[in-house]
């Protein structure tokens, strides 16, 4: 049977540390089919992330991400980062 992953077709991930990039990777290992997006601020993270095949984008500026294509935003960064970030990412 396959996993339908909520019907998101687009999931970023903001922060690309252990926890974010192993979210993309076990994403991928269960076979998610949409598009991973990953943001991280340190561009080495994003590089590793894409080289691993973690994240089918990555970018290390919010304002190149298609947001068009996000449905889902998961964020993986200390929580007092939490509130600002949403203020930053709020449509």
Do not use: C
Request: net charge neutral; proline share 3%; aromatic share 8%.
């Amino acid at each position: 049977m396959e996993k339908d992953f909520g019907g998101f077709k687009g999931i970023l991930i903001i922060g690309l540390g252990l926890i974010g990039g192993s979210l993309a990777l076990g994403l991928k290992k269960e076979g998610y089919k949409g598009k991973i997006y990953g943001y991280d601020l340190n561009e080495n993270r994003v590089k590793t992330a894409l080289e691993l095949k973690a994240v089918d984008e990555g970018f290390n500026s919010l304002e190149n991400i298609p947001w068009e294509s996000v449905d889902l935003v998961v964020l993986s960064t200390p929580v007092k980062t939490f509130l600002d970030i949403a203020k930053t990412i709020k449509p």
